[in-house]
């Protein structure tokens, strides 16, 4: 196993730290550490980063208490990189947003496959960087109850499709209702891993009612 010696820093006693979400492999964001705030984030099990703009150590979470726990610590084959897993207790991103990387530069459209979290995250960037003529802004302009009064409206489609057996337009009516869902899911701060989480932990606690009844 390295230590930290065997690490390169740059001239600046510097180091890149590519933080990642151990829960589904996301890139959180890109920071820097010096040895000291490396020897913190070992010895506390938490990110501790260097603030180039105000140079000093940066503790993430101090502040806001969106403290990330360090799983794994890797260096690449040159060992001039880290990559930082964590499991991360709130938002990445000192915007609210889940990750720092939300804002698409260039995207294939043959190549780039459809995704709850790339929803979320184009969701994430149109609240936070409105879109003239986009519906997704607007529903974020209009609020709360606008998202709300769509989620109860699309719910209704939901069920007329589904009660006149029609199934192409019930998966488009529930496509709707789960595109509306998780627009309040960005409005209210709620994460796809939340969800993740709550339907794993009723999957242990139906497990365990099996096991009694098995015993």
């Known amino acids: 196993m390295l230590n930290i010696n065997d690490l390169k820093f740059d001239p600046a006693g510097l180091i890149p730290a590519a933080v990642t979400d151990a829960v589904n492999g996301k890139l959180l964001t890109l920071a820097y550490m010096n040895r000291e705030s490396l020897r913190l984030t070992m010895a506390e099990g938490r990110t501790v980063f260097w603030s180039r703009s ?14 990330q726990r360090v799983v794994t610590i890797r260096a690449d084959c040159d060992r001039d990189a880290l990559e930082i897993s964590v499991i991360k207790d709130g938002p990445a991103c000192h ?33 936070a960087n409105p879109k003239d ?50 627009v309040l899911m960005a409005q209210s701060g709620i994460t796809p891993d939340d969800i993740r989480r709550e339907l794993a932990s009723r999957h242990i606690v139906d497990n365990k009612i099996k096991q009694e009844k098995m015993t």
């Open 133 to 182: 003529g986009s519906y997704t802004s607007y529903l974020f302009e209009k609020g709360l109850d606008k998202i709300l009064k769509k989620i109860g409206e699309e719910s209704t489609e939901v069920i007329i499709a589904a009660k006149s057996n029609d199934r192409a337009e019930t998966i488009y009516e529930l496509a709707d209702l789960a595109y509306h869902a998780m």
């Open 95 to 127: 915007t609210g947003a889940d990750s720092c990387f939300n804002d698409e530069l260039y995207a294939s459209d043959a190549l780039s496959a459809f995704s709850a979290d790339r929803l979320y995250d184009m969701l994430l960037g149109r609240r």
């Open 54 to 67: 105000r140079g000093e150590l940066w503790r993430k979470g101090e502040t806001s208490g969106n403290i």
